[in-house]
Each structure stands twice: as structure tokens, then as C-alpha cells.
């Protein structure tokens, strides 16, 4: 599906706040555009409207005096009512003078020696003038200006209405927009929990920020700015056609050009914006990537002295974004502002050409009230074409975020299964598992074991041996390529990721904390751990040794990563947590390595409780920590060449005896 169209589809989750923008846009647009037709009407039948018809009449609402005579325009007589002669006030040059008879037809206007002659073509009439004083024009214009009030007072409203209108519109629009964006950034978020282990083995976190904070925000800017102005534009684009066709259908037909041009010109506009945005977007994922990473690291950066080297290659990233945004740059100035000035300057040239043929005046081809009106038209006529060309960039940032953000929500991920099942026992199968993270690649090969309930089995070689990936196996992180893997006899494929996890705990080697408090980190914030649940788990652990001296006890804030906290002090709530949550299977990843030898022996303690009635497995590092396991499987390149107990192994004088004696010597060496 298109960007645009699933654009549009997040968009009509809110339909009813858009039409009710929409609608109050319309009308907002209609009480503006009525201004130029009250100005034409304002300038045609009442500061104009005196060179109407005038007849004889007895002395009444609308009438004037003149001479001893009383008249009224023809518009204000009743049905009914009896007219008089007809005599007319018409105007040349600066003067007004009264004409005490009807004319025969309207032209070019002269006044010799008392008499106006009106000349048309070949045609020519004479007629009696006598020039108008000041107070006598006045009189003539005292019944237009109540009329020429009320005009005012109705525009005045009218704009008052459309302000009303306006701020309704932008409120309902931009409202929509943040519940659009709202729901998106919902999407993406629980779309990436959903998503595969292996989908973040290649994509660092700062490029997944990047797509879910800066590409919506441009998605943002789509609904609330870049719509926001194409839906007014269009709106008043059509409101301003439709009053140009109502005053002249020949010259509303020639500004229909402008239509086809900003078409054409919109095209030819996105086939270079698209491919600048498109590299602007993926630099500003691989700034916040590096920026992320470099934050993560910067104990190492400042340690190996790479601070320069970290800049340069930073330079570099922000260069290349620099260079692309110049070029989007060059191309908007270049074009935007000038095109709407090239455009306005066409279509006014027209303007004069159309009325080349006819003087504008008396007898011309239109009245001078639709002629302001036209002007005033092809005026606004530009504010939205300007409004339209100059979010053109922003629409182009915006579809090209969203075509980022799509397409994460496009990877696979695995739907959140509700499905609960009873606590497992945990006896654990592997039978005959080969599994590679690249296709043809196996890591591990022909893997096959079994671990039954309270069994607690340790996974032992070196680095790169698979004692990693038996354990992403186990929890569903990656499936296996071939053979099976079963928990009490099912094979864990035909149960939900969510579900199998349920009954699983896990003890990393650098334990993971996230901000809030040591018990909010035992418990997850899950409801079904209460507070006595957790300090019940502190306690069992010997968590009172370590943290009694903190000023809040459990309650201490913890902050990203618990990088406050020493080692083993994240070990032992990492330790409560997989008990607080009571797990069957119970994994320990190297648990141990990293810690001080006093804390070892808590963590030791720690682990022996977290072991009882629980399938555990430990990948150990320090043999001397596996000993008392039901038993050891040794790895050597995805293979298991060893398989027994630690006396077992030891009798055999194998791999397992090779290691266990290298660490022995190492470790007395250190002690002499």
C-alpha cells in the first residue's frame, strides 16, 4: 500500500474531528471570500449607483431634494409607486452635474457651455447639465450611506464569524493531527516489542529512536502543518474560482492555467525532493545512531583517547546531512517563491490583456466594482498557491518519514499471545538441533540433551563455543533451523512466544535495570508481584546485606542502566527479580564473572536458593562455580564433545579436565 494512502488511513481513525474541521473551514473561507463581493456591491449600487436612474416623486424615505424638486432612485421605489420624469446625475472628471432627462445611451462624456454631449462611435447626444455644488452631491449620496453602514457592519461580522471559524478549524485539525500521531507512535512501539531478536542484531537503537521520535514528528508537521494549509488552500482555491466564474466566465477560464502549472510543477518538484529528503531522513538515523552509541561508550572513547577519531567520523555524518540539506535548500529558493511571483505576474499580464480591448470606465467592458473585485481575487488567489508551494518540502520530508515508519511496521513481528498455561515442571528436550544466524552458517550442530525437573545444568567452552544460543533457543529468542526442542514432552514451537516465557527467568551477566526504584526493578511493575513479593525475594537473595545502609531502602531511585549501582548489587536485584517471578526454568548467564570475590559468596547463596525445585541452567565461565551441577555439557564450535558431572568429566582427563586444571593453575598462580 501507497504512503499516501496509509497516511490517510491513520488520518480517517479521526474522521469526524477532520469533517468538523473541514466544515467549519468552509465556511470560515465562505464569510472571507464574501468581502470582495460586498466591496463590489458597496462600489457598484451606492458610491456609483448615483448615475442610475433618477425620477420625480414626492418627498419620502430615500428621496432628495434638488431645486425645489424631489427624486429617488429607481431601485428604491415601491410597487406601485408613481415615478415622475426621469432625470440622471452623471459624472465627468471630478464634477458631478444633473441631467434633467433621460439619456438615450451611455458613452465617452463631454460638458461645453452648459450642455453634456455622450458620444458613442459615430453616435452623438446633446443634453442640458447643470454642475453639482458639494452639498448638492452630498443630498444625492445621503440615502447610500445607511446602506454603505450596513455593508460595513455585515463585513465587519462576516469576518468575525470567519475568525470564529478559523481558530475552530486550525484547533480540530491540529487536535487531529496529535491523536494521529498519538496512535502511530503507540503502533510503532508495540510493533517493535513484537518484533524478532534477530530484526535488532543489524539495526542499532538509535536508528529504531530515530524512526519512532524525529520521522514522526516530520509525519506530524504532515498533518498538522502541511494539510492544514493543502485542505485551506484548496478550500480557498475553489471558493476564489467559483466567485472569479460568477463575476466573469472568460476570465475565470484563463486563471485556470494555474491549476495544470502547480500540478506539473509539484511533480517535477518531488522527483529531486524525494531523493534529497530520503538521504537527509537516513543521516539523521545514522547521527542519532552514533550519538547513541557514543553516549553507551564514552568510558571506552575517553579511555583509548578516541575522542578525535569519534568527531571526525561524526564531522563526516553531519557534513553529508549539510550538504543534502543545502541542496534542499537551493532547490526550494530557487523555486518556490519565484514561481508564485512568475505565476502572479502571468496571470496579471492577462489580466491586462483581456481588458486591452475595452477602456475601463464608462460604457467599458466591466463595471469598476467587478474589476476591484477581480483584483482583489487574484490577490488572494496567490496566498494559498504560496501556502501550497511552500509546504511542497515539508510534504516531501513527511511522505519519506512515513515510508521509514512503515516500513518498520512492516517487518514481521509475532502478535502478543494471551494465552496462560499452568507452571510447567520443566524438564527440557534437545534432540538433534542445528541452528545458524545466517542462512548455511550453523553455530550449532546436532545439539541433543535433556535436563529434567530441579536439574541443574551447566554449559561450559569458549567464547563463540554456542552457549549463548542454546540459550536464545530455549527462549524462543530465535528458532531452531532443524530437529526440536521440548518442554515436558511439547514442543516449544506450538507454544506462543509470550506464554513459554511466562515460566522462565533470566540472570544476564550485565543485568539490565530500567529507571524507577530497586523494587520497581524486581517487580516490573507487574501487578501479580505485590511489595511483599519483592522484598520477600530481596531478602531471600541477601539483597538487607547490601542495601541496608541506603537512605531509602527499596524505594532508591534507580536510574538508566543502574549505573549508580556496583555490579553486584545490580546482580542481586537481577537475582530477586527472576525469583520475585518464580520461574520454572531458571537461566543463568554467566552470572558470576564480573563480580568481587565478597559479593561472589552472597551471589553464591543467592543462587542456591534461586536453584531449589527449578530446572536450571548456568553458563559459567568459572568452573569452579559449576561443580555441584547434575550436570555439565562441554561446547567446542556449536558441538557438545563432552557431556557428564563434574567428577565425571574429571575422571574422563578430556577437554572439560584440560580447562578445569588451566583455571586451577591460573588461579594459583594469581595467589602466589
Known amino acids: 500500500m501507497k504512503v499516501g494512502r496509509r497516511l490517510v488511513d491513520y488520518a480517517l481513525l479521526y474522521k469526524k474531528i477532520i469533517i468538523a474541521a473541514l466544515l467549519m473551514l468552509t465556511v470560515s473561507v465562505a464569510?472571507?471570500?464574501?468581502?470582495?463581493?460586498?466591496?463590489?456591491?458597496?462600489?457598484?449600487?451606492?458610491?456609483l449607483g448615483i448615475e442610475a436612474a433618477w425620477f420625480e416623486t414626492e418627498k419620502g424615505k430615500d428621496s432628495v431634494s434638488y431645486k425645489g424638486e424631489w427624486y429617488k432612485r429607481e431601485e428604491y421605489f415601491n410597487s406601485g409607486e408613481e415615478k415622475g420624469e426621469e432625470v440622471r446625475v452623471l459624472q465627468v472628471g471630478r464634477e458631478f452635474y444633473f441631467i434633467p432627462a433621460a439619456i438615450s445611451f451611455n458613452g465617452e462624456r463631454k460638458v461645453m457651455d452648459g450642455k453634456m454631449i455622450i458620444t458613442k462611435g459615430e453616435e452623438f447626444e446633446t443634453y442640458p447639465a447643470q454642475k453639482l455644488s458639494g452639498d448638492e452631491l452630498l443630498d444625492f449620496y445621503n440615502p447610500e450611506i445607511p446602506k454603505i453602514i450596513k455593508l460595513l457592519v455585515f463585513y465587519f461580522g462576516l469576518l468575525v464569524v470567519a475568525s470564529f471559524f478559523q481558530y475552530g478549524q486550525r484547533f480540530y485539525l491540529q487536535k487531529a493531527a496529535n491523536r494521529v500521531i498519538q496512535k502511530m507512535r503507540d503502533d510503532i512501539f508495540q510493533h517493535i516489542q513484537k518484533l524478532p531478536i534477530r530484526y535488532f542484531d543489524?539495526?542499532?537503537?538509535?536508528?529504531?529512536?530515530?524512526?519512532?521520535?524525529?520521522?514522526?514528528?516530520?509525519?506530524?508537521d504532515l498533518y498538522v502543518t502541511v494539510l492544514s494549509t493543502f485542505f485551506t488552500s484548496t478550500i480557498y482555491i475553489i471558493g476564489i474560482y467559483i466567485a472569479l466564474f460568477i463575476l466573469d466566465v472568460k476570465l475565470a477560464a484563463i486563471c485556470l492555467i494555474l491549476i495544470p502549472i502547480l500540478v506539473i510543477w509539484t511533480y517535477l518538484y518531488r522527483i529531486y525532493a524525494s531523493k534529497y529528503n530520503h538521504i537527509i531522513r537516513s543521516k539523521v538515523s545514522d547521527i542519532n545512531a552514533m550519538i547513541n552509541e557514543s553516549i553507551q561508550g564514552m568510558n571506552i572513547i575517553q579511555a583509548f583517547s578516541r575522542e578525535k577519531q569519534t568527531s571526525g567520523e561524526f564531522e563526516e555524518l553531519n557534513g553529508t546531512h549539510y550538504k543534502y540539506q543545502n541542496k534542499l535548500l537551493s532547490l526550494n529558493s530557487m523555486t518556490s517563491h519565484n514561481l508564485v511571483g512568475v505565476l502572479r505576474n502571468i496571470t496579471f499580464v492577462a489580466f491586462i490583456w483581456y481588458f486591452g480591448g475595452g477602456s475601463i470606465g464608462v460604457g467599458s467592458v466591466v463595471t469598476l466594482g467587478v474589476l476591484y473585485a477581480f483584483v482583489d481575487y487574484i490577490n488572494r488567489l496567490f496566498q494559498p498557491v504560496t501556502g501550497i508551494v511552500n509546504q511542497l518540502a515539508n510534504l516531501e520530508q513527511a511522505l519519506v518519514a512515513g515510508e521509514r515508519v512503515f516500513s518498520l511496521l512492516d517487518e514481521d513481528?509475532?502478535?502478543?499471545?494471551?494465552?496462560?498455561?499452568?507452571?510447567?515442571?520443566?524438564?527440557?528436550?534437545?534432540d538433534h538441533v542445528f541452528f545458524g544466524y545466517k542462512e548455511n552458517e550453523y553455530v550449532l550442530k546436532d545439539i541433543t540433551f535433556e535436563a529434567n525437573q530441579g536439574e541443574t545444568v551447566a554449559l561450559?567452552?569458549?567464547?563463540?563455543?554456542?552457549?549463548?544460543?542454546?540459550?536464545?533457543?530455549?527462549?524462543?529468542?530465535?528458532?531452531?533451523?532443524?530437529?526440536?526442542?521440548?518442554?515436558?514432552?511439547?514442543?516449544?514451537?506450538?507454544?506462543?512466544?509470550?506464554?513459554?516465557?511466562?515460566?522462565?527467568?533470566?540472570v544476564l551477566q550485565d543485568p539490565y535495570l530500567f529507571t524507577g526504584t530497586i523494587a520497581s526493578n524486581v517487580s516490573l511493575d507487574d501487578p501479580r508481584i505485590s511489595r511483599e513479593t519483592v522484598e520477600e525475594a530481596l531478602k531471600a537473595v541477601g539483597a538487607e546485606k547490601v542495601f541496608k545502609n541506603l537512605e531509602k531502602g527499596y524505594d532508591e531511585p534507580v536510574i538508566e542502566k543502574g549505573s549508580t549501582l556496583s555490579s553486584g548489587q545490580r546482580q542481586l536485584i537481577s537475582f530477586a527479580r527472576a525469583l520475585a517471578f518464580n520461574p520454572a526454568i531458571l537461566i543463568l548467564d554467566e552470572a558470576t564473572s564480573s563480580i568481587d570475590t565478597e559479593t561472589e559468596a552472597v551471589i553464591q547463596e543467592a543462587m542456591e536458593v534461586l536453584k531449589k525445585g527449578r530446572t536450571t541452567f548456568i553458563i559459567a565461565h568459572r568452573l569452579s562455580t559449576i561443580k555441584n551441577a547434575d550436570q555439565i555439557l562441554v561446547l567446542d564450535r556449536g558441538e557438545i564433545v563432552e557431556k557428564g558431572s563434574?567428577?565425571?568429566?574429571?575422571?574422563?582427563?578430556?577437554?572439560?579436565?584440560?580447562?578445569?586444571?588451566?583455571?586451577?593453575?591460573?588461579?594459583?598462580?594469581?595467589?602466589g
Open 202 to 220: 543489524n539495526l542499532p537503537a538509535g536508528k529504531v529512536v530515530a524512526r519512532i521520535t524525529n520521522d514522526t514528528e516530520a509525519i506530524r
Open 31 to 47: 464569510a472571507e471570500l464574501a468581502g470582495p463581493f460586498i466591496a463590489k456591491k458597496m462600489i457598484d449600487d451606492h458610491i
Open 460 to 506: 561450559v567452552g569458549h567464547t563463540g563455543s554456542g552457549k549463548s544460543s542454546i540459550m536464545n533457543l530455549l527462549f524462543r529468542f530465535y528458532d531452531a533451523n532443524e530437529g526440536k526442542i521440548m518442554i515436558d514432552g511439547q514442543d516449544i514451537k506450538d507454544i506462543p512466544y509470550q506464554t513459554i516465557r511466562e515460566h522462565m527467568g533470566i
Open 646 to 671: 563434574h567428577d565425571e568429566l574429571m575422571k574422563a582427563g578430556g577437554r572439560y579436565y584440560q580447562m578445569y586444571q588451566l583455571q586451577q593453575g591460573s588461579s594459583s598462580d594469581l595467589a
Open 413 to 430: 513481528g509475532t502478535q502478543v499471545a494471551d494465552d496462560k498455561m499452568p507452571r510447567y515442571q520443566g524438564n527440557v528436550s534437545f
